[in-house]
Every structure is written in structure tokens, then in C-alpha cells.
């Protein structure tokens, strides 16, 4: 068996998820902490967001899903709102090429036709130069919902079935469904992890979370490192999957 020791504990390397989706909360608690503006928080979530990508390479992770801003974000004070914005675009225009040259495909998901269409050219540019990338896929969660992705979703479903793409109703089983949603090809997250030890989902992928363990840590996001990610997949690794079955 493949044992990876760190420090004094191990880690089952043959029962690595396979994707884990994040809340990536606290970069403002994290910034009020140290005396600084609530940017600088964000500034230092990118370096965190760095940290677990490169984790999760090493760990063979195949997709990791961040939470980057929700449809409710918008109600942050226009300063932040626009700084946020402003830190994607410049993210992603420096950090595609090596992104690429790592092997990561890079996927935005929510309701990109509410984004400016300067960061929405900056994100057809990313996608498009990663789409063959199989190392690891980046699922960015932007201007995003799930009410919004499931109503997205069923709007589709239903211009599909009034155009008779869908001949029979009776046919729409999950994963039909699921192959409408912006996850569409992904595999449900076995798990996910909420820093800032907030006990909330938030509006985060509620369809795709339906059987997954969740982790609620007392770490503030641009604490977040690889250490950290290690001690969930273990306690995820005791954890009993049931999927409403008995217990094994
Ligand atoms: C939560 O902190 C974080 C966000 C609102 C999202 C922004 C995330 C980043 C900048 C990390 C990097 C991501 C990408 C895609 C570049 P908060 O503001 O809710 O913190 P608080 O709860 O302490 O106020």
C-alpha cells in the first residue's frame, strides 16, 4: 500500500478524493487581524489558493472547485466589489501560462453574462488555453449560485424539451440533469472544506454536495496550506461513506 508519512501521522494515498470543493472564507478576518484593509486579505487568498493547487497536484487531486464570488457578493461595498474583480482579471492574465504549463485545465462556472466583458474575454482566453489539460481541473466558481446554476439549469432543460432534443420526459434522470449544470463532466465532490469555522453552505453547489462529507475548519483561508489540507483528507479518510445505505 502507497502510505505517504507527514509528520507523525499518514496519509492513505489510494484513498485520495477525487475532487473537493472549497469555501475559501475569513481573507477579511484574516486582514482586520493585522490592522490591514480587508484587500489585503484577498491578496494573501490568492497565495493561498496557490498553496492548495500545487497540494493537491502533488496529492493527485483531479478537480478542485473554489468559491470566488457569489451572486450575493455584489452587496459588498463597490470599492471591494470592484477590487475583486480587478484581482481575477490580473490573476488570471498572469498566471495562465503556467497554470497551462502545469497540466491545469482552468473551467468558470456561474453567470459569466453578468461579469464585465473584459474579465469574460480574459476567462474565454484561459478556458480556451487549458481546455486539453488533464493534470488537474480548476473549477472557478464566479458570480455564482447554485439556485441561480439549478434555474439555469431547468431553463435549459425545458428549452431542450420544447425544442424536442428531449422526446421523453420520463429520460430526465440525475444524471441528465447534472450534465446541464456548469459542473457538467465533473465528478461529485467527496468533500467539502469551509474555512473560518463558519457551519454554512452558503448557496455552494447544492446539488453536486448531496452525498459529500463536509469539513468546517477553525482556519482562516490565507492560513490555509497544504499541512492543513493533509488533516482533512485524514479525518475524511476515517470517515464512514454511507450514501444512505447502513453502515458498512
Ligand atoms: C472570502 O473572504 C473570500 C472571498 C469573498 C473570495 C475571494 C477569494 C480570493 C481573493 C481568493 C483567490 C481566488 C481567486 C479565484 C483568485 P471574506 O471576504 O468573506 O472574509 P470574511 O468572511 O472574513 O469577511
Not at 457578493?73 to 488570471?92: A, C, H, I, Q
Not at 464585465?116 to 478556458?127: M, S, W
Not at 449544470?181 to 467527496?190: I, R, S, V, Y
Not at 492560513?223 to 454511507?242: G, M
Request: aromatic fraction near 8%; charge should be neutral; hydrophobic fraction near 40%.
Amino acid at each position: 500500500m502507497d502510505i505517504q508519512v507527514v509528520e507523525d501521522v499518514s496519509l492513505n494515498l489510494e484513498a485520495i478524493p477525487q475532487h473537493i470543493a472549497v469555501i475559501m472564507d475569513g481573507n477579511g478576518r484574516w486582514a482586520k487581524k493585522r490592522n490591514q484593509p480587508r484587500v489585503f486579505g484577498h491578496k494573501q487568498g490568492v497565495l493561498a489558493l496557490k498553496r492548495t493547487l500545487i497540494a493537491c497536484k502533488d496529492l493527485g487531486i483531479k478537480y478542485l472547485s473554489v468559491y470566488a464570488f457569489s451572486t450575493e457578493n455584489w452587496s459588498r461595498p463597490e470599492k471591494e466589489v470592484g477590487f475583486l474583480m480587478t484581482l481575477f482579471k490580473s490573476m488570471l492574465k498572469k498566471e495562465v501560462n503556467d497554470l497551462d504549463s502545469n497540466g491545469v485545465k482552468i473551467k468558470f462556472c456561474g453567470d459569466l453574462q453578468g461579469l464585465d466583458k473584459g474579465l469574460r474575454d480574459q476567462i474565454d482566453k484561459a478556458e480556451e488555453k487549458t481546455k486539453n489539460n488533464s493534470v488537474l481541473q480548476l473549477n472557478v466558481m464566479l458570480n455564482y449560485g447554485a439556485r441561480n446554476e439549478i434555474l439555469r439549469a431547468c431553463q435549459s432543460v425545458v428549452h431542450d424539451v420544447q425544442s424536442g432534443q428531449i422526446a421523453d420526459i420520463s429520460k430526465i434522470d440525475d444524471d441528465l440533469f447534472s450534465s446541464y449544470l456548469d459542473t457538467a463532466g465533473c465528478p461529485e465532490p467527496e468533500l467539502l472544506i469551509r474555512t473560518s469555522n463558519e457551519s454554512r453552505i452558503s448557496n455552494y453547489l447544492l446539488w453536486q454536495l448531496s452525498y459529500s462529507e463536509l469539513f468546517f475548519i477553525d482556519c482562516l483561508w490565507p492560513d490555509f496550506d497544504k499541512k492543513q489540507l493533509i488533516s482533512v483528507l485524514k479525518d475524511y479518510q476515517k470517515r464512514n461513506r454511507r450514501f444512505g445505505g447502513l453502515h458498512a
